[in-house]
């Protein structure tokens, strides 16, 4: 078997390294060079727990969170699910070595037209589009509408400055007076060293931003303002979408999507470098099985994420319905630290209290990693 991989992202990484395990021949194309071109928190979030632990490029794993409503909230989030600060540039970097040494063609500096692509799927069993979003195969098939009906909208500076108070924590700050649809809405502080973070801001969009909604730039500025970090040297600044929502159809012919690709970041956090690296694995998986595996691709992804799913969609529904004092309200509760507080808390939000318990007393099956 003979595949290509577009993108040398986790997902087209991690598809290509599943790719060797099982002996199939793979071509990576990226269009700029690995770990080129980065805007990112640069934190992992081992959301299902099934993520191998990384290990070139790692920084620390992260025990404690800060939330942010009123107060600062500590949440132990680590006890629960590992999260682990890396340098993404350095990891990528680590993964495409070992996928050449394992026998994948790397083709930097390559990008992928809907043309090119359209080629490819005559010269490869299978093409897998791990290019981000929006995706070469939505341009080749005209879905791009898709990625933009609900998706979070980010932009972040890298700063250089004194953050040793924080580390080794993070920072989720909400924002208060932004419009509800736009919600969720915050601002991050992830320190990588003491004297550098990645900072920046996030909210959720439907459709394209009007001239009237919130500016995200800034948005970035008064939060520099609040933190107190405008004396510091801004190193690095750029933004993004983080496609939020699975795009409907993952198959197109012989062409699998994976990653933000197919839409899988959390529309909650933001977060998604777990789940890219998931898909690209379990596409190589089902191609390698058949059509039949193909075919349940899509089945395959949302079981992964059913109680996930569940406790974000009640979240994002109350940060829509709550004032910022009755989310406040909820922070401050289930962070707190006796268990009769959390209980109360629980009692008075069963919805969120049984999704949770779902969430954290699932255990999944791993794919076969081959990291
Ligand atoms: C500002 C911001 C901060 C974020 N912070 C976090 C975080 O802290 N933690 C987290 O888990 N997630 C975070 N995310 C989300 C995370 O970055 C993505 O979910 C993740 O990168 C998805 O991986 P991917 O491999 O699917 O796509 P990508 O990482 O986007 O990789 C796609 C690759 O394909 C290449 N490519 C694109 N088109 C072509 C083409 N036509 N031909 C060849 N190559 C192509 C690109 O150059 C790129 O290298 C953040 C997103 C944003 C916007």
């Known amino acids: 078997m003979k595949i290509a991989v577009i993108g040398a992202g ?4 991690f598809a290509a390294l599943a790719a060797r395990r099982y002996n199939i021949s793979v071509d990576v194309f990226e269009k ?34 800060i939330l942010q409503g009123r107060r600062g909230y500590k949440l132990a989030l680590g006890k629960y699910r590992p999260l682990w600060m890396v340098d993404r540039k350095t990891w990528q970097r680590g993964l495409a070595r070992r996928a050449r040494d394992m026998g994948a063609s790397l083709h930097e500096n390559t990008a992928v037209s809907p043309a090119r692509l359209n080629a490819m799927q005559a010269e490869y069993d299978w093409v897998i589009d791990a290019g981000g979003a929006p ?25 250089e400055g004194d953050f040793s108070a924080l580390m080794p924590r993070l920072k989720f700050a909400f924002l208060e007076n932004i419009p509800t649809r ?22 959720t969009v439907h459709g394209s931003l009007g001239r009237h909604d919130p500016n995200l730039k800034e948005l970035l500025a008064d939060v520099c303002r609040r933190e107190n970090l405008q004396g510091f040297t801004i190193v690095e600044k750029g933004g ?25 970041t959390s529309p909650l956090h933001g977060g998604g470098i777990d789940l ?14 058949g059509p039949r595996e193909v075919a349940r691709y899509g089945k395959k992804l949302k079981a992964f994420l059913r109680e996930r799913k569940a406790v974000e969609d009640i979240a994002i529904r109350k940060m829509r319905s709550f004032s ?48």
Request: net charge positive; charged share 15%.
């Open 10 to 13: 986790p997902a087209g990484l």
């Open 32 to 65: 700029r060079q690995v770990g080129g071109g980065i805007v990112c928190g640069e934190c992992i979030f081992d959301s299902l727990r099934i993520f191998p632990r990384p290990d070139e490029g790692l920084l620390r794993p992260v025990r404690e969170i």
């Open 135 to 159: 995706c070469v195969t939505s341009r080749l098939h005209s879905f791009q509408a898709e990625y933009f009906r609900e998706y979070l909208l980010a932009y972040q500076f890298v700063l």
């Open 182 to 203: 736009f919600q969720p809405s915050y601002y991050w502080v992830f320190p990588k060293y003491a004297h550098t973070a990645n900072v920046g801001v996030v909210c």
């Open 240 to 264: 993004g979408i983080a496609a939020s929502r699975m795009v409907t159809r993952l198959v197109y012919g012989n062409i699998l999507l994976a990653g933000d690709a197919a839409g899988l």
């Open 276 to 289: 890219a690296c998931l898909s690209g694995v379990v596409a190589v998986e089902a191609l390698w099985g």
């Open 324 to 371: 910022f004092d009755q989310f406040d309200r909820l922070l401050a509760g289930v962070t707190a630290r006796g268990t009769p507080a959390r209980l109360k808390t629980g009692l008075c939000h069963p919805d969120l209290l049984w999704a949770t318990l779902r969430w954290f007393g699932t255990k999944k099956k791993p794919p076969a990693w081959p990291v």
